[in-house]
């Protein structure tokens, strides 16, 4: 009964190649996001969708697409993977904008 | 130089000893987030204040609005304490966004 989940939990894959991480929320929240935490464990927003539109793209190249088929799902797919998409992943969501974060426990992305 | 700042960077504890960690931030904010990571990864939200005071535990939350601080406290700090503690600003700017600071590294030892 996780609240926020995210999968795969770890994603290894060569440069240039294509991947999805995806993401549910059974807590019947209106916001979505995902966030980018770097090797020295800074945090910083991606996107974020609220009722399925997008409210934030934080100048992320136009490699990354993020993707809300409902409220519950925010998918991220990411194009010709770089060495330096490495790095850890984190859905969250919130009642509507402003409200406090529930986080997914991260996807741990390494491009080789 | 970062909207957001916590002091210290790192921290070690005894057992039983109190505990602060410090943010600052240069924006005018709607909020201010209290996150732990552990070092399994995972993200847990802790406080979300706008002013005063919160308590939730051994774990209390304060903000001055008029300085720009926030500083988190945990009293008779324990091992399993022992995490990353993250401040983030949502800015009157843009009340979607969070500014994250880079994060307090806290080891508690028994």
């Known amino acids: 009964d996780t609240a926020v989940s995210q999968t795969p939990k770890y994603l290894v894959t060569q440069m240039g190649n294509d991947k999805s991480i995806k993401c549910e929320q059974n807590l019947g929240h209106d916001t979505m996001y995902w966030y980018k935490q770097d090797s020295k464990k800074f945090l910083k927003i991606m996107f974020s969708y609220n009722n399925k539109e997008l409210i934030i793209n934080e100048t992320v190249p136009n490699r990354f697409s993020p993707k809300s088929p409902d409220k519950a799902h925010l998918n991220l797919h990411i194009n010709s993977l770089e060495l330096g998409d490495s790095a850890v992943y984190f859905c969250a969501s919130s009642q509507s904008p402003g409200l406090d974060l529930h986080f997914g426990n991260g996807t741990r992305l390494t491009v080789t | 130089k970062n909207e957001v700042e916590q002091s210290p960077q790192n921290l070690t504890a005894q057992e039983g000893e109190f505990i602060t960690i410090n943010c600052s931030y240069s924006?005018?904010?709607?909020?201010l987030h209290w996150l732990q990571q552990h070092p399994g990864g995972g993200i847990v939200s802790l406080f979300m204040?706008?002013?005063g005071k919160k308590k939730h535990g051994r774990l209390i939350a304060t903000i001055n609005i008029q300085e720009k601080h926030s500083s988190l406290h945990i009293t008779a700090s324990h091992p399993r304490d022992s995490a990353v503690y993250i401040c983030a600003a949502r800015p009157t700017y843009n009340t979607d966004k969070l500014i994250f600071g880079t994060g307090t590294r806290l080891q508690v030892f028994p």
């Open positions: 924006v005018g904010i709607s909020a």
């Open positions: 204040l706008s002013s």
